[in-house]
């Protein structure tokens, strides 16, 4: 369990202050947010690598706001791995335990038997980190984070350098480690996939500030700012006055009621394309304005009486229904997932 409490600290021309965030026991949480956020300057107050001018840090119930950093037992993995390429892989893993007071030889060896079998590199022991792959690596790092049994896991976007079908493999088996290990993980990265996979709740946060907090799919399906419904990638943000003296769209109004919203936000996979008239209230016409190739899916641009829409198709969808610029096309929208900004 994290607690942090009105922790406040500046470095330079950047300040976070009076930021407090709870993340549960055993809980995987993903930090998302900008180039210059603040999100690893938060990871390593936690770690207590960046000193901190006021609040309070709790693990596990425990203060450790004024404790050195190996006294809050906390592993941090950074993306660049920090290998000892002088060590070899079994004593890389080992390092850290040169460091615990616990002593207790038989329970570390428990923990490298367990993390070599559940990583699956029982066969790079021996070598040296130059002759392994990003992968071996990044399964190296772990296993050396973990085997200290620490109380927190701090991840500073550690899959970002491997290539897609490494990283997909290293998500797997790092989903599995926090089954496995139900350990309290607190993550950083830049990737929505690996969000949507790993994370049971995440923060978005923005100049040192957490903008919008809760499970992944809230967050990003009914984003509560501007800020957030464009960084999770709410193509469709329309101004609510544009609608209104437009009688067709006033079905999509009466989602909005007396909330005082400013917008409407639709997400662009949540907008189904149609050759034909499409039987629901929340459907339209409109003519297809520009087509892009994104490679897996296509992203078209619709125009309706004035107003655009986005919407995503796969590749197999676009073909079927042959779409092209200029064509008219019918559309419909989830009201139930329209979100009110």
Known sequence: MIEVKDLSLQLGEFKIKDFSLTIDMGEFFVLLGPTGSGKTVLLESIA??????????????????????EERNISICYQDLALFPHMRVKDNIKYGLRFRRDTNKLKYEKNFETLIELLRINHILDRYPIFLSGGEKQRVALARALIVDPDILLLDEPLT?????????????????????????????????????????????????????????KVFEQPDSIFTANFVGMKNLIKIYELKDKPVFQVLLKHVGETGAEF?????????????????????????????????YREIDIISHGVEFKAYLTANSYNELQLSQGKEVFFGIDASRIAVI
């Open 48 to 69: 207590g690598l960046k000193a901190i001018q006021a609040g309070n840090i709790y693990i596990n119930k425990k203060e450790v706001t004024g404790k050195k950093p």
């Open 161 to 217: 350098a491997l290539d897609s079908g490494i990283k997909a493999t290293i998500e797997a088996e790092l989903k599995n480690l926090h089954e496995t290990l139900k350990i309290t993980i607190l993550m950083v990265t830049h990737d929505f996939k690996e969000a949507y996979y790993l994370a049971d709740r995440v923060g978005i946060i923005k100049d040192g500030s957490i903008m919008q907090m809760g499970p992944i799919e």
């Open 264 to 296: 409407i936000g639709i997400r662009p996979e949540n907008i189904v394309i149609s050759n034909k008239i499409i039987d629901d209230s929340c459907s339209f016409l409109g003519i297809i304005s520009h087509i892009r190739n994104n490679g897996i």
